[in-house]
């Protein structure tokens, strides 16, 4: 499947029909897609793109560097990788210890605008998911708000894989409520990072600003590199 300009003009419709008119941002999930494949995906009119694996993620950059690309880090994110993230990322969703967030602004190179961050919560409850459990959440938001070399956007979820609209429109009816009290609390936050290929529509029912879309995009991928929460 090739991505064509109209295509993508088609999708963006949607997406803003779906979401009441409000303007939505569209981050393209490229992991596992070869650099061939983002470049006609740039020439189709896409300009953000996630990734979720650092190396891979750096051979793509190096291969595209003459495209003035907006980078997604949306990935499980390691101590042991935040430099190499706060110098090759415009934008990093799946914030969710303040160590991360310490060493991210600490090691944001000083040419470099501000890390645009999102937090990363576990609105499922899943033992096996990245993402801060909602109780612990604003202690850590009002610490990463006040890191120099980051600026907190938003909030991230992954919900678990499921058929039943109702219980993914209550996941991000959630995410959506901690950041309404996060900013009574005086935090300008203005993403809600919420919504994959399976899930986008109720993600816009409930609010969200970013949505993260591979296989709508770019057709399937193989089994082993689905998103984090499939099996
Ligand atoms: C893979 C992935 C996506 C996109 O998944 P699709 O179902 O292909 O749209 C979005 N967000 C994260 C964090 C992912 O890992």
């Not at 939505?24 to 494949?37: F, G, H, N």
């Not at 499922?124 to 600026?151: N, W, Y």
């Not at 399937?220 to 689905?226: E, F, G, M």
């Amino acid at each position: 499947m090739s991505i064509t300009s109209q295509a993508v003009q088609e999708f963006r419709k949607r997406l803003q029909s779906l979401s009441g008119g409000r303007p939505v941002q569209l981050v393209a999930v490229s992991k596992t897609q070869p650099p061939e494949r983002l470049r006609e995906a740039y020439a189709a009119g896409l300009r953000a793109f996630g990734e979720n694996y650092l190396n891979e993620a750096l051979d793509k950059q190096a291969a595209l560097a003459d495209l003035p690309i907006e980078w997604h880090f949306i990935g499980p994110l390691q101590s042991n990788k935040t430099r190499s993230v706060a110098g090759h990322f415009a934008w990093v969703h799946s914030v969710d210890r303040l160590k991360l967030a310490e060493r991210l602004s600490a090691q944001r190179p000083p040419a470099l605008p501000p890390l645009q961050v999102c937090i990363q919560v576990n609105v499922s409850g899943e033992a096996s998911k990245s993402g801060i459990a909602p109780s612990a959440l604003p202690a850590l938001a009002h610490a990463v708000a006040t890191l120099p070399r980051l600026r907190l956007r938003g909030l991230m979820a992954i919900p678990e894989a499921s058929t039943d609209p109702h219980l993914l429109r209550s996941r991000f009816a959630q995410l959506r409520a901690l950041c309404g009290q996060l900013q009574a609390q005086g935090l300008a936050l203005d993403t809600l990072s919420m919504g994959m290929s399976a899930d986008y529509a109720q993600a816009l029912a409930e609010g969200a600003t970013l949505v993260r879309i591979g296989s709508a995009l770019f057709g399937a991928r193989s089994p082993q590199t689905a998103p984090e929460r499939t099996p």
